[in-house]
Nanobody
Framework: QVQLVESGGGLVQAGGSLRLSCAVS????????MGWFRRAPGKEREFVASINWTGSITYYAHSVKGRFTISRDNAKNTAYLQINSLKPEDTAIYYC???????????????WGQGTQVTVSS
């Protein structure tokens, strides 16, 4: 069974930064593409970023491009989401997910973490 555990969320002021981590318990972590999604209060879950198994291909939602950076360390079985220039509208629960293909479609990911809360104060 593949388990994903997010960490690194918290309360920050607008303009601040956070680095979210997603630790994956899978011997085959390096074969998975990883994605980050978020769900803001009262809104649907939305795609944030994704990365392929080598880290050579990344995709971003338009709303976060230039501020967020997705990366991975296959030696540590961990994916990361660096979040800079935080805005109050970035407040959400952030989820990581693992799947076979790099995609922005939540339904195509096989495994999900429980999420980590990011709250941005103005």
């Amino acid at each position: 069974q593949v388990q994903l555990v997010e960490s690194g969320g918290g309360l920050v002021q607008a303009g601040g930064s956070l680095r979210l981590s997603c630790a994956v318990s899978a011997r085959t972590f390096s074969s998975y593409s990883m994605g980050w999604f978020r769900r803001a209060p009262g809104k649907e879950r939305e795609f944030v970023a994704s990365i392929n198994w080598t880290g050579s291909i990344t995709y971003y939602a338009h709303s976060v491009k230039g501020r967020f950076t997705i990366s991975r360390d296959n030696a540590k079985n961990t994916a990361y989401l660096q979040i800079n220039s935080l805005k109050p509208e970035d407040t959400a629960i952030y989820y990581c997910a693992a799947g076979v293909a790099i995609t922005n479609k939540a339904g195509e990911y096989d495994y999900w973490g429980q999420g980590t809360q990011v709250t941005v104060s103005s």
